[in-house]
């Protein structure tokens, strides 16, 4: 299972662009990148998820280079209620077995 | 409305009383999954379930116990409770061709 590591925490104001970058040089070939968003107490909530190259919703963009060994998801304008934890999980349930790895996570702080 | 449910949402027990958190489903998912969120530790995956009759263990296993006898049911079981089992514990679901899960609201469980 290919392990992840991301900035433990971040801070921004309202407004402005947040970048998270996650990394995970162990990647398999048939390996997706997932994003979730979880607020306190609350289970987390699907985000994006991408194989390679750029994918954008609604919500973010997630930003993957070529070599697939990290990737980025981007919040555009940033508000107060984007305060939360950002996991990035890497693989996909069923080329995995079902097993899944969620990382610390990233904390993110988004100020007035 | 497609969603997770999970009860009790709270629950207070003693040490060897043994108790069941429910799961329940109405999606049709094939993918069920039980995670523990302990402060510092993130989100660990205690077993999951990929479909019906199909069980196995995830990162921490050791005191809990499933079963998926239905699809859309997948109780975790604590058959003897111990202190060091409080947390907070989600249920999530997916569908076989995605990695999206959903989760249900959480169940905060104290043994004392």
């Known amino acids: 299972l290919a392990k992840t590591t991301q900035p433990i925490s971040m801070d921004s104001y309202e407004g402005q662009e947040v970048n998270i970058t996650c990394s995970h040089n162990?990647?398999?070939?048939?390996?997706?990148i997932t994003w979730y968003q979880q607020f306190p107490s609350q289970g987390p909530r699907f985000i994006i998820q991408?194989?390679?190259t750029k994918v954008t919703n609604e919500v973010a963009s997630l930003f993957i280079p070529a070599d697939r060994k990290s990737s980025t998801l981007s919040l555009p304008r940033v508000s107060l209620s984007d305060t939360a934890v950002y996991y990035c999980?890497?693989?996909?349930?069923?080329?995995?077995?079902?097993?899944?790895?969620f990382g610390q996570g990233t904390e993110l702080s988004v100020k007035p | 409305e497609a969603q997770v449910t999970q009860n009790p949402r709270y629950l207070i027990t003693v040490t060897g009383k043994k108790l069941t958190v429910t799961c329940s489903q109405n999606?049709?998912?094939?993918?069920m999954s039980w995670y523990r969120q302990d402060p510092g530790l993130g989100l660990r995956q205690i077993y999951y379930?990929?479909?019906?009759?199909?069980?196995d263990k995830g990162d921490v296993p050791e005191g809990y116990k499933v079963s998926r006898k239905e699809k859309r049911n997948f109780p975790l079981i604590l058959e003897s409770p111990s202190p060091n089992q409080t947390s907070l514990y989600f249920c999530?679901?997916?569908?076989?061709?995605?990695?999206?899960?959903?989760f249900g609201p959480g169940t905060r469980l104290t043994v004392t």
């Open positions: 999530a679901s997916s569908a076989r061709d995605s990695s999206e899960q959903y």
């Open positions: 162990n990647i398999a070939t048939n390996d997706y």
């Open positions: 991408g194989y390679k």
């Open positions: 999980l890497v693989g996909g349930l069923y080329n995995q077995g079902g097993k899944l790895i």
């Open positions: 999606m049709n998912h094939e993918y």
């Open positions: 379930s990929m479909n019906v009759e199909v069980t």
